[in-house]
């Protein structure tokens, strides 16, 4: 059974920095592309950054320059480096797996408000 936990949202003030894991079990974590979507109150899912499992990324154009995503194989992690926030990044922020399907966590709230 796949399990995708995400932790380290919060509450930020405009400008600030926070830092999102997730952690994979049940599936071979290394051959696997993995993501993060966010979904802001009243508007649809959309997806936020990916990385490959070469590594490679692909960023959403609203957070390139501000947001960095990556991998620890090792660690069966992702992370998500989230700097320069501004009030519309606040959404409920999701990781995926992509596996025979997509595997979701349950999302963790970002707010960013002064």
């Known amino acids: 059974q796949v399990h995708v936990v995400e932790s380290g949202g919060g509450l930020v003030q405009p400008g600030g920095s926070l830092r999102l894991s997730c952690t994979v079990s049940?599936?071979?974590?290394?051959?696997?592309?993995m993501g993060w979507y966010r979904q802001a109150p009243g508007k649809q899912r959309e997806r936020v950054a990916t990385v490959t499992t070469t590594g490679s990324t692909n960023y959403e154009d609203s957070v390139q320059g501000r947001f960095t995503i990556s991998r620890d194989n090792a660690r069966n992690a992702v992370y998500l480096q989230m700097n320069s926030l501004r009030p519309d990044d606040t959404a409920v922020y999701y990781c995926y797996v992509v596996g025979d399907r997509y595997y979701w966590g349950q999302g963790t709230q970002v707010t960013v408000s002064s």
């Open positions: 049940g599936i071979t974590f290394s051959i696997r592309p």
